[in-house]
């Protein structure tokens, strides 16, 4: 079975960790209000993950394609 | 995959233990000791104990005191005058806890990525077990067919439900509208599977016809 070097859902765990740091610290740091900004835009962290499976689909297709 | 599923069960327990790590983390810690055995004071000024209905629980199961004690847990709440944060508009205090009511519910703000985790796990598992399902399989032509997820309407609908979310939660669109056509989503999926019964079978050369 091919499979492709990385994991959709883990790029994006991980992306999602790495953006609530970020952003934990700068609302510690008084640059934002963390908690609205949270609840309306953590669905992006769905459309990332979206994009990203259906950027491994393509990428697996296109290389099961060559070989 | 045992490793595979041993990171997962990892990650999952994990995520249980923080829940009331956060939790006893985000409790305040201004709230004053009380008294476990409660006293009043007699006309005569001598302290009576009251606690005597608690004393003779305490040689009852355990079950039985707590749903004992059900109902009769004194909880009223005040209101915030500078006593807890300040998005709590209504305090709750007892021993070692306290709950705040604010103006939008609950603030959690670890609440966001819980659900992510589970899923993420859920996922995970799922992924493992049909890549291992494939190795046993061992290069059999079934094991070719049957990929993790060879379609894209897995990542399609999670970029069209982080999208309508997304949208809502800007206020550009009312998701509650959107509620009543749920059954649709019953019509995609059914038909999703029959087509996709109608591809293998094209595939294997129709030889069940």
């Known amino acids: 079975m091919t499979r492709s070097a990385f994991s959709p859902e883990g790029v994006t765990f991980g992306v999602c960790l790495v953006a609530l740091g970020v952003l934990g610290t700068l609302a510690n740091l008084g640059k934002l209000e963390l908690l609205p900004l949270l609840r309306t835009y953590w669905p992006l962290s769905l459309v990332l993950w979206g994009v990203l499976e259906l950027a491994d689909l393509t990428i697996r297709r296109s290389s099961s394609g060559r070989s | ?209």
């Open chain 2, 1 to 209: 995959m045992i490793r595979r599923l041993l990171h997962s069960s990892l990650v999952m327990v994990s995520a249980l233990a923080v829940i009331p790590v956060i939790t006893a983390a985000q409790a305040p810690t201004r709230v004053p000791p009380q008294p476990a055995r409660a006293d009043v004071t007699s006309a005569a000024g001598t302290a009576l104990p009251i606690a005597t209905r608690a004393e003779r629980a305490s040689h009852a199961r355990p079950v039985d005191r707590i749903f004992g004690g059900y109902g009769r847990i004194p909880l009223h709440f005040e209101p915030n005058r500078g006593q807890a944060p300040a998005e709590a508009e209504f305090v709750s205090r007892g021993t070692g806890y306290s709950i705040y009511l604010t103006a939008s519910g609950h603030e959690f703000p670890f609440a966001f990525m819980i659900p992510f985790v589970y899923l993420f796990n859920i996922i995970d598992a799922w992924k493992g077990a049909n890549a291992a399902n494939a190795r046993f399989l061992g290069g059999r032509a079934e094991a070719e067919e049957q990929p993790e997820v060879e379609s894209p309407v897995w990542g399609g609908s999670l970029v069209l439900l982080g999208v309508l979310i997304l949208l809502s939660n800007l206020g550009w669109l009312d998701i509650d509208r959107l509620a009543r056509w749920w059954p649709v989503l019953l019509i995609a999926v059914g038909g999703y599977f029959v087509y996709n019964s109608l591809e293998a079978r094209k595939a294997s050369g129709g030889s069940a016809e």
